[in-house]
């Protein structure tokens, strides 16, 4: 057998999420639910790969949130320095629609998170960061076991408010592991407005940075929203934008987001 691709493990787990909710409809107590599991890790197990603990335990993630109505377990951050603007509103406004789930809120004004020295002592140390005693010791935390990590935040020059920012590059840590066994697949979702009109790019560098710092902690892009032009009106005025954002919540609410790699 050969080990499986990370692709593959995204799209057995879509497989195996869809199948219990099929299950689920048609056998409301879930009778059948752990042999449609036991039999769905035989065949993967027979035909495609070598199970690895993190992936097996995914798919009890997945199954024990199916068969039993867990909550997802969500970290939502609010990435604005402001915390009486457009940004705190908006973020107010997409945890109330996922507040059926299990949250976990970062206002980054209301957290103390020293900066990146860039030490590398997180090299040599895996898993630890030289810097205690702040808040980054839970968030990272958080980051590692949630089921989604979602950002809201606006732009500044095409890129991140500085508290915000601190809190990524704190991420070090997790970007110098050599075993990211232990972290749980997840999937991530982003809400950034701007407030100059729209320009070209405007949003890139955000994309970007997260093309390359959410894999760290084993995340995959559920969706990305960017909603230009917010000092001229606002984003609740905004009716495209927030259909966009209504369409976000949806995705995130269905779990419908494993496997595509959007």
Not at 41 to 64: K, P
Not at 90 to 101: A, F, H, K
Not at 140 to 146: K, M, V
Not at 166 to 185: E, F, T, V
Request: charged fraction near 25%.
């Amino acid at each position: 057998n050969r080990p499986a691709s990370t692709a593959e493990h995204a799209q057995n787990s879509a497989r195996l999420k869809q199948s219990l909710r099929k299950t689920n409809k048609n056998d409301p107590g879930n009778t059948h639910c752990g042999f449609r599991v036991f039999y769905f890790l035989r065949f993967y197990n027979r035909t495609s790969a070598v199970f690895s603990d993190s992936l097996t335990q995914e798919w009890i993630r997945i199954y024990l949130r199916e068969s039993q109505e867990e909550k997802m377990k969500i970290l939502a951050i609010m990435g604005s320095n402001n915390e009486t603007g457009n940004t705190i509103r908006l973020y107010d406004y997409i945890v109330d629609r996922l507040s059926g789930e299990e949250i976990t809120k970062v206002d980054v004004n209301k957290v103390r998170i020293e900066a990146c020295i860039g030490c590398d002592y997180c090299l040599d140390h895996q898993g630890e960061c030289i810097i205690k005693n702040d808040d980054m010791e839970w968030i990272y935390n958080e980051l590692e076991h949630t089921d989604l990590v979602l950002i809201v935040s606006p732009v500044y020059f095409t890129s991140f408010p500085s508290r915000l920012k601190a809190l990524i590059d704190r991420c070090q840590m997790l970007y110098n592991l050599k075993d990211r066994s232990g972290i749980n697949h997840k999937g991530f979702a982003a809400v950034h407005i701007g407030g100059s009109r729209p320009y070209p790019q405007q949003f890139e560098g955000i994309k970007g940075v997260y093309k390359y710092w959410i894999p760290d902690f084993n995340a995959e892009m559920v969706g990305f929203v960017g909603i230009p032009g917010t000092d001229a009106v606002k984003p609740e005025e905004n009716s495209e934008g927030m259909a966009e954002v209504d369409g976000l919540i949806e995705k995130i609410k269905t779990g419908d987001y494993y496997g595509k790699g959007n």
